[in-house]
């Protein structure tokens, strides 16, 4: 069974197209776990082009009991005004789950994990603030990856596996190497008793097909084709669809 975590992102970037209230993040967040979605994922950006502090910490004080809230970002952007830091956000908001992604300021979507052989040096240390505050810490990392043993030694309870690569081969003569790196990745992530995610690019047709190949996957954030799908299906429905998919 593999947890279905909602990325509400695009929400906001609907909202943020026309300034207002509409449509909101938080509301339909909880839209999203009243149909059955047993996460919320947010991924402020110090730009706020998308979700913003303030919408971390309402949807953070609005989650029922027992769904998990994950915040991803780069630890080492520092705050600025309007963004206070990932860390800052964690302490506020207490999420159970903060996924580090080493984006760059004004990247347009996350494209790319961290490299476990050039992990930056004080990595370590924040993953022990954030841990300290009861956060699990997962690391993006690329499909293919092996090496993973210096991610498990700075601290880290899980991976997740950036599935763009595959998405983007699926259907194509590509899709099966790209599957097979994604599998490697989460053997080898598994054999050092990191927990495996994954994320990026999934969609109700690449899914099953994905968790069928690659083992224990524990939890996927799905939020730029949930939402365009949602616009033809209507967003519980597809919620409710993910979920059939996942059996979590």
């Keep these: 069974m593999t947890l279905l975590s909602v ?59 027992g769904v998990e809230f994950n915040i991803e970002g780069n630890p080492f952007a520092p705050p600025r005004p309007g963004y206070p830091g990932l860390l800052a956000l964690a302490r506020e908001a ?3 789950q903060v996924t580090f992604v ?9 494209d790319h994990g961290f490299d476990p052989a050039a992990l930056p040096p004080a990595l370590a240390d924040e993953i022990a603030a954030f841990r300290a505050l009861g956060c699990r810490v997962s690391l ?13 030694a700075a601290g880290a309870e899980r991976i997740e596996i950036y599935t763009g690569p595959y998405a983007a081969a699926f259907g194509q003569p590509g899709e099966a190497a790209a599957l097979a790196d994604c599998q490697a990745t989460a053997r ?6 990191l927990g495996v995610n994954a994320g990026h690019d ?13 083992p224990g996957v524990l939890e996927v954030s799905i939020g730029h084709a949930l939402v365009a799908e949602a616009l033809v299906e209507g967003l519980a429905e597809t919620v409710r669809r993910y979920r059939a998919i996942t059996g979590g």
Excluded: M, W, Y
Aim: proline share 9%.
């Design 7 to 65: 990325n509400v992102n695009k929400i906001a970037v609907l909202r943020n197209s026309r300034g207002g209230t509409l449509p909101c993040p938080r509301a339909l967040a909880l839209h999203c776990v009243e149909a059955g979605a047993r996460g919320i994922t947010v991924h402020p950006r110090p730009d706020r082009r998308h979700i913003t502090a303030e919408d971390v910490q309402a949807i953070a004080a609005a989650l029922p009991a």
């Design 94 to 96: 207490r999420p159970a």
């Design 102 to 110: 080493p984006d760059a300021d004004g990247q347009l979507t996350s």
């Design 140 to 152: 993006f990392v690329d499909p293919g990856t092996l090496r993973l043993d210096p991610i498990r």
């Design 188 to 193: 080898a992530a598994q054999a050092l008793g």
């Design 202 to 214: 999934l969609s109700q047709a690449n899914l099953g097909r994905f968790l069928a190949a690659v």
